[in-house]
């Protein structure tokens, strides 16, 4: 982790969304993110403890992690976010994301930021993982560059096995599992091109 980010050159805000109780993993989420944090001087932490059922802006279960960039010492947030214990290869999905969002660059092919510019309306696209499938940090990283690609775009990645109402409720029977709120659900690493056509549909 640490090697990795290593090419981080610009400022990011990891605000952290816990609750001190009915949530087993917001302690183990915290120390994560703050063992994280002390790898590079450009990244720092916010630690909201949310009471009475408020979650992180965006997203409905905890341990939530948004991350955002410092631009001239305001906030940017691009609409990425991590649900649940970033650990196993979760623990590579927050890298990637804090990678991508410090550096503002998206890394999309210019076919993909030119159709993007199509879109009318805001798209939510929620990706969820394992912390043992190797294919879903790649899930994960396309869904958070389609973000910062588009301010219509928002992404979150859940750590599924911690929120067994969400696997009823988007039938999820293998990972990673992709679902937009166009209609659209995609299982598997997907190329490019058809989580973009994924973002367009129903627009």
């Known amino acids: 982790m640490a090697g990795r980010l290593d090419g981080l050159t610009h400022p990011v805000r990891l605000a952290v969304y816990t ?8 302690a183990d989420t915290q120390a994560i993110v703050e063992e994280v944090a002390a ?58 994301a804090i990678l991508t969002v ?3 660059d998206p890394g999309l092919t210019a ?15 929620q990706v969820f993982s394992t912390p043992t499938c190797v ?12 973000a910062v690609a588009s301010p219509l775009i ?21 990972v990673p599992k992709i679902v937009a709120d166009t209609g659209v659900e995609l299982l598997g690493a997907q190329p490019e091109a058809a989580m973009v056509d994924a973002v367009l549909t129903a627009r």
């Open 154 to 174: 928002s992404a979150t990645a859940y750590s599924v096995i911690e929120f067994p109402d969400l696997i009823r409720r988007h039938r999820v029977t293998g």
């Open 111 to 125: 076919d993909s930021l030119a159709r993007l510019t199509t879109l009318s309306r805001p798209v939510h696209l």
């Open 135 to 146: 294919y879903c940090p790649r899930a994960v990283a396309l869904a958070h560059r389609l």
């Open 19 to 26: 609750r001190a109780d009915g949530c087993d993993t917001c």
């Open 39 to 96: 790898l590079s001087p450009y990244l720092s932490v916010d630690t909201h403890d949310r009471h009475g059922g408020e979650v992180a802006p965006g997203v409905e279960h905890l341990p939530a992690i948004v991350v955002l960039r410092e631009v001239d010492g305001a906030l940017v947030d691009h609409g990425v976010r991590l649900v649940g214990a970033p650990v196993g290869h979760e623990l590579t999905s927050l890298a990637d």
């Open 102 to 104: 410090g550096s503002g």
